[in-house]
Every structure is written in C-alpha cells, then in structure tokens.
C-alpha cells in the first residue's frame, strides 16, 4: 500500500482527492493536515465524508508525516509550498504538488509573475511538469512533481500535438478559455460572491493571468523557440469545469479529415483523452467528475486555421485527477487505477 499524507485536505482540490484516494485500492490515507480543521474530524467538518474515513485534521508535522506517509499531495495556495516541499523531499518522501510554486523553470519568470524570490530555487530545475500524455517517461523517475494548472491541461493538450508535429505556425497561437468558480478555491471573494458572478461572464485577469507563463514554457520546449501566446480567461456561473478553444494557424494545407486522423492516432494510447468524432464537440457536463480531456477538431479552410475546443473538470484532470494519474506512474501501478 502506499501510504499517503494530503497537506492542505479542506480546499476543493484536496477534497476531490479524498474521494478519490478513498475508492483507490492501493493507498492508505494516513494524514489529513488542515490548519484551519485541525483536531475536527473530517466528517463534521464535511458531512459527505462521515462513515467513509474516520480521521481527525491535524496540524502540520513533518516530522510526524515522515513516519506515516510515503508519499505526500500538497494542495496548498500558490507560494505555501516552495519551503515544505524541499524538507519533505530530504525526509526520502515523494511530493505532489498542486500549487504553481514547481513549474516554472526560469526562477526570474517564477519572480516576475508570482512576486517574491523562489527560496528553493534548485527544485525549479528537478521538479518534473506532471502532463502524463508528455512526460511519462520522467514522471515514472520522479520525486518531486508540479501538477500542472487546469487552464494549461486544457490548452496544451489541445494545442501540444499540432505543434511537435511542426503542424502549426508558432508565432500565432491564441487561447479562449472559461473556467467554474471553483478554479478559484474556497477562500471567498467579492467577484466569486453569488449575486456577483451569477448570470454573467467575465474576463479577468486579461494579460496578467499567472498561468501564462507555464502555458508559453512548454510551447516553448515543443517548438524549440521561444512562444508567445495569446491566454484569455473567462469565469463563467458555474461550479466547475473548464472549456478552452485554441485557434492555431496552419503551415501549409491540410484537411479536417487529415487532421481528425492525426490527433486520433497521437492519443490513441492514452487512457484519458478523447479525440471526437466529426462535428462533434466537447461539453463540460461530460467530463464533470472525470478525469477525461475531451478534444474535438475543425479546420476553418478560408483562413487556414486549426481550431482545437477541449473540455475538462478542473477538479480532475486539472488538479486531483491528474495526480492520482501521476502518482500511479511514479509507483508503476495500472495508470487508471482509482480513475476509472
């Protein structure tokens, strides 16, 4: 059994991972850190928990993790990780971490866009990008792993394959996207408060949304270039998912069918990607719960563009999800596992 500890275990996230850890039948959840809960037990903190895992939240020990987990998800705001993680790691456990605070390479762009200097700056450098469809290989060696955000699971899903392929023009990529309020965690906030967001659509965070620079870094690595993109966000009056259309431009001609045919085969492997039949496009409602990206294709002839739409649950294949398919392939158990 693997033996785990959640830090952070009352966000929206941690709890998505409870309730996936808890049907998974190769862990043991040992710890459940919550600063705000600690010494309430998870049932009365959350009533759909009672009688399913009788455990009371602790506060934060490493020491005491140390003893009882093998291998410990943080699901903890951006910049609460960076000086945890390293200590766990040293302690000889493996870490997951859901927050930004890894995946950023360059530690002056982690700088700019998140505003403080990264005190573990050498982790930048070792911390693995958790796209299991891209990065398996180093996933599997991994000790410490950057869950990628769900905006940029969306996206580069979509757009990733086009563009190792040399199918798509670079210098001309654009990202529409529309995500749940729950992509904005639990902490409240006058724009997330009901009669603020009900009933209207948003952008927000125009130019300045702290995904963009994870989005440009791995088109970056698969273009061998340096990419700008173009990210527009969206929040939308519902709890959660997310849909995000890509419009990319094409290098030389080539049919939907052709297309259709080439994304279909790139993911033909994978266990949680689903590439639409013709006309055929993905809805949020879906893949809610899921931790399936669903892709649908269209190629606009007139302006030779590819046009990419996926959807995912930003719960699942945009945070608990996804690190539960990358736990099991740090532990070389069946990719699904708890999944599906």
């Known amino acids: 059994m693997i033996k785990v500890a959640i830090v952070g275990a009352t966000g929206y996230g941690g709890q998505e991972l409870i309730k996936l850890l808890l049907r998974h039948p190769k862990v043991e959840i040992t710890q459940l850190v919550s600063q705000s ?19 009371k939240f602790v506060s934060l020990d490493l020491a005491r993790i140390s003893k009882k987990a ?73 000790t410490l792993i950057a869950n990628p955000g769900c905006y940029p699971t969306a996206a580069l899903l979509s757009i990733l394959p086009a563009l190792n392929e040399g199918l798509i023009n670079s210098e001309d990529i654009i990202i529409d996207a529309k995500t749940g309020a ?57 709890n959660r998912g997310i849909l995000s259309t890509s419009y990319c431009k094409l290098k030389a001609g080539i049919s939907l069918k052709e297309m259709r045919a080439f994304y279909a085969e790139f993911y033909k492997k994978e ?27 269209h190629v606009d002839e007139n302006s030779q563009r590819l046009i990419v739409v996926s959807a995912i649950d930003n719960l699942m294949k945009g945070a608990a999800g996804q690190a539960v398919q990358n736990m099991n392939i740090m532990y070389g158990i069946k990719e699904t596992m708890g999944l599906i």
């Open 70 to 142: 093998d291998l410990v998800f943080l699901s903890l705001p951006h910049k609460s990780a960076m000086n945890i993680a390293g200590k766990l790691l040293k302690k000889g456990m493996r870490v997951i971490d859901f927050s930004a605070d890894f995946r950023l390479k360059n530690k002056s762009l982690y700088k700019l866009w998140y505003g403080i200097d990264h005190p573990n700056d050498d982790l930048l450098a070792s911390a693995i990008y958790g796209l299991p469809e891209f990065y398996r290989s180093k996933i599997k060696k991994a």
């Open 37 to 55: 809960n600690k010494n309430k037990s998870i049932g009365e903190a959350f009533p759909y928990f009672k009688n399913l895992i009788d455990q």
């Open 271 to 297: 266990p949680f990607v689903r590439v639409l039949k013709k006309n055929m496009f993905p809805q949020t409602r879906n893949v809610s719960g899921l931790n399936f990206c669903d892709i649908g294709i």
């Open 182 to 238: 729950s992509g904005a965690g639990r902490m409240p906030s006058d724009a997330l408060h009901f009669p603020e967001c009900n009933e209207s659509i948003t952008a927000y965070r125009v130019g300045t949304h702290q995904h963009i620079p994870e989005i440009e870094q791995e088109l970056s690595f698969f273009a061998k270039r340096d990419v700008e993109a173009v990210f527009m966000p969206h929040l939308i009056p519902m």
